[in-house]
Structures are given as C-alpha cells and as structure tokens.
C-alpha cells in the first residue's frame, strides 16, 4: 500500500536487464566487462560512407522477432526494442507482480538521448522517395522519445506516473535517479527505471563527427582518460533496472541485488557541448549525491566515470573528482566501461549504474581499457587493462551530458 505520510524509504534493486555490443543479457555483458573486451565493431546497419569514425559500438546478431511478433516489430524504433528485451531481463529477475492491488502504485522512468532517430530518418526517405501515403502510420509513436516507456507501460500494465527523461548522454541516470526520489519520498512502491539508445543513422554519427568529439582509430579505441585519446566512438544498448521500497522488497521476498543511497543533479549553464571548466558542476553533482547518501567522500570506493575519451571530458572529469574528493581522489578506484561498450548516449548512465551494482556484488572493479599511455591530467587510477578485486561498498555513476547536464548516483552494498 502506498505510504501516506511519505515517509523516507530505503530504495533497493530487486532486477537488472542488458542489451549491449557485448552481449544480450546480465551475464553475458558483464562476463565481457569482466575479461576486458571489447564490443567494436564494423558498420552493419548503415553504410559507412564518407564517415570519419571508422567503428561502431552495434548489438550483434540482434533479431527482434525472437523477443515479439512481427507486427510488433513492424511498429516500434530498434531502440524501443532494446528497451523491451532489457526490461524483460529486469522484470524477470524481479519476479515482480504487477496487478489491480499495485499497478498504481509502480511508475516507469526512462532515459533516451533522442528516441527514434532511425525511425525518423527512415520515413523521412520513404515520404520523399515513395509519397506522403506511405509514411507509416505508427512513425510518431515509433519516433518519441516516450515511445519505450508507453509500450512497456501497456506490456506490464503499470498506471503510476510514466516519465521519460531527455538529457542527452546523462539521461539514463537522471531516470534512475527520479524513480529513486519517488520511491523514496513513499509515492511509489515500486518502478521500473532504466535508458535505452540506438542512434546508428548518418545524420546522428556525422553530427557528432562535425563536433570533432569522435575517434577516427578502427581498433583499441576509445582510450578514456589515455594520453592519445581522440574521441567517442558511438554504441548503442539498453539497461533496466527494478526498483523498489525495501519495505515492499522484503514484504514480498524479493532477492536484493543493491540499494540506490542518494543522487545529484546540477546544470553548468557554460557551453552546449563542453563541460565547464575545472568540472565545477560535475563536482557538485557528486558531492550532492554524497550529501544525500549521508557519506563523506573518503568513504567512495569505485567511481563508475563518464569517461567519453574525448580530450575535454576526461581532463575536466578528473578535475572534478579530485575537487569533490580531494585528497581522497588518489585513493579511489575509477574506470570508464565506454572504453569497451561505446557510448550509448541515453541509455549508458543506466546501463553503468548496473555495473555499478555488479561490481559490489562480485567485489570485482571493471577495467578501462586501451589505457596504454598515461596522461600527466589525468593522474588517477584508472583500473588499466584489466579488472581488479578489490573492497567495494559504495560506488558512484558520473554521467554527463550535453546541455551542461551533470548527474551522480550512489549505489551501496545493501546490508539490513
């Protein structure tokens, strides 16, 4: 039943969905994140052309009729269909019933950069090529960005609030991070959270080329936070969580894999692409979600990072880190997964939050890789090469966007 005096709840994760470059599911991601590999790859959805960034970040071998019918498919973006495989993944593990006596009490919060940019491009060249009349009829619900979370609003039956998050590459965690306030301010019991991506059209790739924020390396690339770094290469995925009230949680025995402790969100309000200088907005968005964990910063144990491998974003994150943590920043372990993922926009703060919660689970740090070359501005540890056990409690998720948007997540080992 739903707390009436809105009480502060603890807020756990009862389930995970993937879909990544790296595998279709929890176990098989997390297994490639473990071992240090890579999900790069050629262009097999679009022809390559005249683009610059010579690699993709592409889910393999990815046939969306074995998830849902073909008229499903017919009607929905690629990135509403990852969304539906990786909640199925997170709702399974869940177990979570959802029925007459709950369902508005459960909301959805998911994050996208932009929604369906393939579906868009896609019908534009139909309306210009074939005639207006053959423009689909479910374009619009396949183009907006709040298409994934009415499908799986209609899939689970869910009636609580419905919201989808659009800022740009830390949207995902900025989803996670609202179903986490809701739920714990007692509004919702429960919701199914997450972000989901798939940006594979020219104009999306080309933007980002002309904005010289993409690597133009085939292999061992992106580098995070490495001396010869030279920009994102773009991935696409999905990431789901379950969340829940621990007092719902336990009631109905739920296995609880980690609980969400606090989130930070500020704006830099400085440049459309680039981060502020000195990381001033991102070392406020990590010390709010310490704040509202009730930590301090000496008690961080691995920072999941934003870590794009642009020359920008990896020195100002560094700075960032080191102003939130000070000396504490010498101390901490930090990798960035893009460096084996790609860059999933939207989708990636949900997807590394997951991460996050894996890492507690296993005690085990996941590497950045292609770190060959040390870079004197960015003088942390970076976990090179290879994965690390190690003491993990508390974890943070740095995700940043464009438009200034900083968001931090903090996740914990869950103890009684």
Known sequence: ???????????????????????????????????????????????????????????????????????????????????????????????????????????????TGVGGIRTLVEQEHIASEKGL????????????????????AIEYGIHGPSTTITTACAAGCDAV?????????????????????????????????????????????????????????????????????????????????????????????????????????????????LADAGHAPADVDYISAHGTATVLNDATETAAIKRALGDHAYRVAISSTKSMTGHMMGATGAIETIFCALAIRDQMLPPTINHDNPDPACDLDYVPNKARAAKIDLCLNNAFGFGGHNAVLAIKKFRE
Not at 12 to 34: D, K, P, Q, R, Y
Not at 141 to 152: D, E, H, K, Q
Not at 228 to 240: P, Q
Request: proline letters at 4%; aromatic letters at 6%; charged letters at 20%.
């Open 133 to 152: 009349r053959r423009v689909s009829p479910f374009a619009i619900t396949m183009i907006m960005p709040n298409g994934a979370s009415g499908m799986l």
């Open 177 to 289: 991070g609202h179903a986490f306030r809701a739920i714990r301010r007692g509004e919702l019991v429960a919701a199914l959270t997450g972000g989901a991506e798939s940006i594979l059209a020219s104009v999306a790739i080309a933007g980002f080329e002309r904005a010289q924020a993409t690597t133009t390396r085939a292999q061992t690339t992106p580098r995070p936070f490495d001396k010869d770094r030279d920009g994102l290469a773009v991935g696409e995925g999905a990431g789901m969580l379950v969340l829940e009230s621990l007092a719902h949680a336990q009631a109905r025995g739920a296995n609880i894999l980690a609980e969400i402790v606090g989130y930070g969100q500020t704006t830099d309000a400085y440049h459309i692409t680039a981060p502020a200088e000195g990381g001033e907005g991102a070392a406020r968005a990590i010390l709010l979600a």
């Open 1 to 111: 039943m739903q707390n009436g005096n809105h009480s502060p709840q603890r807020v756990v994760i009862t389930g995970m969905g993937l879909i990544t470059s790296l595998g279709h599911n929890v176990t098989e991601t997390w297994s490639a994140i473990l071992a240090g590999q890579s999900g790069i790859g050629p262009y097999t959805l679009l022809e390559r052309g005249e683009h610059t960034l010579p690699c993709l970040f592409e889910v393999k071998e990815f046939d969306p009729e074995a998830y849902m019918d073909r008229r499903e498919v017919r009607r929905s973006d690629r990135y509403q269909q990852l969304a539906i495989v990786a909640a199925r993944e997170a709702m399974t593990q869940a177990n979570l019933s959802i029925h007459d006596e709950n369902r508005q009490q459960i909301g959805i919060y998911i994050g």
